[in-house]
Protein backbone atom coordinates (compact mmCIF):
# COMPACT_ATOMS: atom_id res chain seq x y z
CA UNK A 1 0.00 0.00 0.00
CA UNK A 2 2.54 2.83 0.92
CA UNK A 3 4.36 1.64 -2.54
CA UNK A 4 0.64 3.06 -4.06
CA UNK A 5 0.67 6.26 -2.28
CA UNK A 6 4.11 6.98 -3.10
CA UNK A 7 3.20 6.56 -6.75
CA UNK A 8 0.09 8.41 -6.42
CA UNK A 9 2.04 11.18 -4.95
CA UNK A 10 4.79 11.24 -7.25
CA UNK A 11 2.19 11.21 -10.66
CA UNK A 12 0.26 13.86 -8.64
CA UNK A 13 3.53 15.93 -8.07
CA UNK A 14 4.70 15.32 -11.69
CA UNK A 15 1.29 16.62 -13.02
CA UNK A 16 1.66 19.89 -11.19
CA UNK A 17 5.17 20.55 -12.03
CA UNK A 18 3.45 20.03 -16.13
CA UNK A 19 0.92 22.11 -15.46
CA UNK A 20 2.38 24.94 -13.22
CA UNK A 21 5.78 26.48 -15.12
CA UNK A 22 9.00 27.16 -12.94
CA UNK A 23 9.08 30.72 -11.65
CA UNK A 24 12.58 30.84 -13.50
CA UNK A 25 10.93 30.87 -17.00
CA UNK A 26 10.47 34.21 -18.72
CA UNK A 27 7.47 34.34 -21.65
CA UNK A 28 8.38 35.74 -24.59
CA UNK A 29 7.81 39.47 -24.80
CA UNK A 30 5.52 40.41 -27.68
CA UNK A 31 8.72 41.60 -30.32
CA UNK A 32 10.20 38.23 -29.72
CA UNK A 33 7.01 36.48 -31.23
CA UNK A 34 7.06 38.80 -34.01
CA UNK A 35 10.69 38.67 -34.51
CA UNK A 36 10.12 34.52 -34.64
CA UNK A 37 7.20 34.94 -36.93
CA UNK A 38 8.67 37.51 -39.77
CA UNK A 39 9.32 36.75 -42.62
CA UNK A 40 13.59 37.59 -43.27
CA UNK A 41 14.72 40.27 -45.54
CA UNK A 42 12.70 43.20 -43.78
CA UNK A 43 12.73 46.22 -41.71
CA UNK A 44 9.30 46.73 -39.79
CA UNK A 45 7.86 49.42 -38.26
CA UNK A 46 4.98 49.33 -35.71
CA UNK A 47 2.92 52.60 -34.53
CA UNK A 48 3.17 51.46 -30.97
CA UNK A 49 5.40 50.26 -28.36
CA UNK A 50 5.93 45.68 -28.08
CA UNK A 51 6.12 45.66 -32.16
CA UNK A 52 2.30 45.95 -32.08
CA UNK A 53 0.86 48.04 -35.66
CA UNK A 54 2.76 47.32 -38.34
CA UNK A 55 3.44 50.63 -40.28
CA UNK A 56 5.65 49.64 -42.88
CA UNK A 57 8.15 46.65 -44.37
CA UNK A 58 11.05 47.70 -46.01
CA UNK A 59 13.18 45.49 -47.60
CA UNK A 60 15.13 48.03 -49.60
CA UNK A 61 17.15 51.30 -48.43
CA UNK A 62 14.93 54.38 -48.11
CA UNK A 63 16.11 57.84 -47.92
CA UNK A 64 13.35 59.81 -47.04
CA UNK A 65 10.48 58.06 -44.50
CA UNK A 66 7.85 61.14 -44.89
CA UNK A 67 7.82 61.46 -48.85
CA UNK A 68 5.68 59.23 -50.91
CA UNK A 69 7.98 57.14 -52.55
CA UNK A 70 10.19 53.68 -51.46
CA UNK A 71 9.06 51.00 -49.30
CA UNK A 72 8.09 53.46 -46.29
CA UNK A 73 5.91 56.44 -47.03
CA UNK A 74 4.46 59.27 -45.60
CA UNK A 75 5.70 58.93 -41.51
CA UNK A 76 6.24 62.29 -39.58
CA UNK A 77 8.81 61.69 -37.27
CA UNK A 78 7.62 60.12 -34.08
CA UNK A 79 4.84 58.15 -35.63
CA UNK A 80 7.51 54.76 -35.21
CA UNK A 81 6.85 52.93 -31.48
CA UNK A 82 8.84 50.44 -32.51
CA UNK A 83 11.02 48.46 -34.55
CA UNK A 84 12.36 44.87 -35.71
CA UNK A 85 14.68 44.03 -38.36
CA UNK A 86 15.03 40.55 -39.25
CA UNK A 87 17.88 40.86 -42.50
CA UNK A 88 19.58 38.29 -43.66
CA UNK A 89 22.81 37.17 -41.80
CA UNK A 90 25.64 39.50 -42.21
CA UNK A 91 23.16 42.76 -42.54
CA UNK A 92 22.45 45.23 -40.71
CA UNK A 93 20.49 48.28 -40.33
CA UNK A 94 21.57 51.87 -40.41
CA UNK A 95 18.42 54.44 -39.29
CA UNK A 96 19.49 58.07 -39.29
CA UNK A 97 17.80 60.85 -37.89
CA UNK A 98 17.71 62.83 -40.93
CA UNK A 99 16.04 61.94 -44.19
CA UNK A 100 19.13 61.43 -47.29
CA UNK A 101 20.98 58.82 -44.56
CA UNK A 102 22.12 62.12 -43.08
CA UNK A 103 22.76 63.32 -39.54
CA UNK A 104 23.32 60.72 -36.18
CA UNK A 105 22.65 57.08 -36.63
CA UNK A 106 22.28 53.84 -34.74
CA UNK A 107 22.40 50.20 -35.77
CA UNK A 108 20.22 47.30 -35.42
CA UNK A 109 21.98 44.02 -35.88
CA UNK A 110 20.65 40.56 -35.63
CA UNK A 111 22.64 40.21 -32.15
CA UNK A 112 20.22 42.95 -30.99
CA UNK A 113 17.31 43.03 -33.84
CA UNK A 114 14.67 45.12 -32.15
CA UNK A 115 13.61 48.35 -30.01
CA UNK A 116 10.80 47.41 -28.47
CA UNK A 117 10.02 51.01 -27.38
CA UNK A 118 11.72 53.81 -29.70
CA UNK A 119 11.02 56.59 -27.10
CA UNK A 120 12.93 54.81 -24.55
CA UNK A 121 16.17 55.08 -26.65
CA UNK A 122 19.05 57.76 -27.81
CA UNK A 123 21.03 58.50 -30.87
CA UNK A 124 24.09 59.05 -29.88
CA UNK A 125 23.54 63.01 -29.20
CA UNK A 126 20.99 62.47 -26.93
CA UNK A 127 18.08 62.63 -29.01
CA UNK A 128 15.45 60.05 -29.27
CA UNK A 129 15.30 57.12 -31.77
CA UNK A 130 11.71 57.89 -32.63
CA UNK A 131 12.80 60.71 -34.64
CA UNK A 132 14.32 58.56 -37.29
CA UNK A 133 13.89 59.90 -40.83
CA UNK A 134 15.39 57.49 -42.99
CA UNK A 135 17.20 53.87 -43.03
CA UNK A 136 20.19 51.80 -44.83
CA UNK A 137 20.94 48.47 -45.57
CA UNK A 138 24.64 47.79 -44.66
CA UNK A 139 27.14 45.11 -43.61
CA UNK A 140 26.84 44.55 -40.11
CA UNK A 141 30.70 45.00 -39.98
CA UNK A 142 29.72 48.64 -40.51
CA UNK A 143 28.23 48.91 -37.44
CA UNK A 144 30.71 49.90 -34.38
CA UNK A 145 29.77 49.65 -30.74
CA UNK A 146 29.36 53.37 -30.81
CA UNK A 147 26.56 52.76 -33.23
CA UNK A 148 23.83 50.88 -30.42
CA UNK A 149 21.01 52.86 -29.71
CA UNK A 150 21.76 54.14 -26.05
CA UNK A 151 19.03 53.57 -22.85
CA UNK A 152 17.62 57.18 -22.39
CA UNK A 153 18.98 58.24 -18.37
CA UNK A 154 15.57 58.45 -16.50
Known amino acids: MRTFSATLTALALAALGAL ?3 TGAQAATPCDN ?3 SAPPGYLYLYGSTNCN ?3 ARAGADDPDWDDTSGPVRGLDTGDVGSLLQKGTTGMAV ?4 GPGHTGDH ?5 SEPYVSET ?3 TFPDGRPVNSIRSHQWVSASECAARDRPNRRKQ
Open 119 to 121: SEL
Open 34 to 36: AWN
Open 106 to 110: VCLTR
Open 94 to 97: KLYE
Open 53 to 55: GLL
Open 20 to 22: VPA
